[in-house]
Every structure is written in C-alpha cells, then in structure tokens.
C-alpha cells in the first residue's frame, strides 16, 4: 500500500499558485518524498524530490515539514496544462535494493480553470 | 533524443492467450522498469532490471515475466490472460541505479476480451 495520504482532487484558477498537500506520517528517515504527475493519456512525468529540506526547480517547489509527516507541491503559477493526476510518493534514497519500486497511490487530481 | 518508446500502442487479446510488450529506453539508460496501470489506479510496480538482471519485483503471479538485452530494452510478457490484465502497461528508464528521475514512456494499451 502507498505510505502517503492525498486529496482525491483540487480545483485551482489559471494563474495562481496551485499548493498540493501530502501526509507521509510514517515516512522513515531514509526516505525521500518524490512527485511524480500523470497527464491523461500520459506516462507519468518527474517533477521533483527532497529529503528535508525546501526544494525548487524549473517546475515546482516542494516543501517538507521540521517533523518530515507532511509536504506540500508548489505550482507557482498554474497554467491549464497543469491539469493532470499527482502522486505523492515516498521510497528509500537511490541506493541499493530496488530502485525501480515506486509505490503510487491514488493521487490527487488538479483540475486548473480559466 | 528520443524519449522511452513502446509497442505497440494497443493490443486486443482474448482470455487465456499470451502478449509480449516491449519496450526501448532513452538512450544511455541502464534500467528499465515495468508498471501495471488499471483504469482509476496509480501504476503498479511490476519489475525491474537493471544491466539484464532483475533488480526487483512487485507482487505479481509468475504469468507475468520479463527480460531486458544487451542493448538495454526490455521485454514484458503475460501468459494466460485474465480480463484483470487489461490496463495500461507503462515502461520506465532510469540511468542507473544511483539516479532519481524515472523516464516514463507512453505505455501500452492491452484490452482482454
């Protein structure tokens, strides 16, 4: 079963911030948050990832808690093309044993609107 | 470059037969990995392989299996197909074991009837 808990869905306005929660209360001191996003039709695409620290790269920023129980996804400027299926996924760092397991769950689907 | 391709893009089987799928990665990539999309779900962890060893599995029954060739790609073969088979199949390439970001490829659509 996945470790992380998200909303089924979000709606967000064309042009403003789109912010995704994520609950990884169990998540171990190895393990790393990642988000992946899956738009219909689509293979999933990366987005980013973090272990403790704030993230930011072209796409998104992610922000991860003191305590590590729960991250947020920051789309900072969401365009209609941002619609699409996001997974919250926690895994071990990329060492050792099976790298390719990604355990997704339901994930949130972001609806943006005009 | 091109990105991770496979084929075909869709596949109509009947109950009890047998489908391979198949799979090429970006090119430079080591590692492939198998997912199994059902309608509604998140993908499913199926296999991994990594330099033409299995790395990983998921919990899947034996009709499912897989291998990956000297050039990297990959196969996903399923026998005696169920009507729970029928998903979208999706392939993932990875650099190597050391990296973060899994490529994924625009799956195959197999449909059992």
């Known amino acids: 079963d996945a470790k992380t808990t998200q909303p089924p869905s979000m709606d967000c306005a064309e042009g403003r911030a789109a912010n995704l929660p994520c609950n990884h209360s169990?998540?171990?001191?190895?393990?790393?948050v990642y988000w992946y996003r899956q738009i219909h039709s689509q293979g999933p695409q990366y987005i980013i990832h973090?272990?403790?620290n704030n993230e930011t790269n072209e796409m998104a920023s992610l922000i991860i808690t003191e305590d590590r129980k729960s991250s947020t996804l920051i789309l900072p400027h969401a365009t209609l093309r941002d619609t699409a299926v996001y997974y919250c996924i926690v895994r071990v760092g990329n060492y050792g044993g099976s790298q390719g397991n990604l355990i997704f769950g339901k994930g949130t689907k972001l609806s943006v609107k005009p | 470059d091109a990105g991770v391709t496979q084929s075909p893009t869709h596949l109509i089987k009947t109950r009890g037969q047998q489908v391979t799928l198949r799979c090429s990665p970006i090119?430079?990539?080591?590692?492939v990995s198998w997912y199994q999309q059902v309608l509604g779900q998140g993908p499913q962890f199926i296999f991994q392989?990594?330099?033409?060893?299995?790395?990983g599995r998921g919990n899947f029954p034996d009709r499912f299996s897989a291998r990956q060739f000297p050039n990297y790609s990959s196969e996903l073969n399923v026998n005696a197909l169920l009507l729970g088979d029928s998903a979208l199949y999706l392939c993932a390439s990875l650099q190597g074991v050391s990296y973060n970001e899994q490529f994924f490829g625009p799956g195959t659509r197999l449909t059992v009837l």
């Open positions: 392989y990594y330099e033409k060893e299995e790395r």
């Open positions: 973090g272990l403790k």
């Open positions: 169990t998540i171990s001191g190895n393990e790393y």
């Open positions: 090119s430079g990539h080591k590692s």
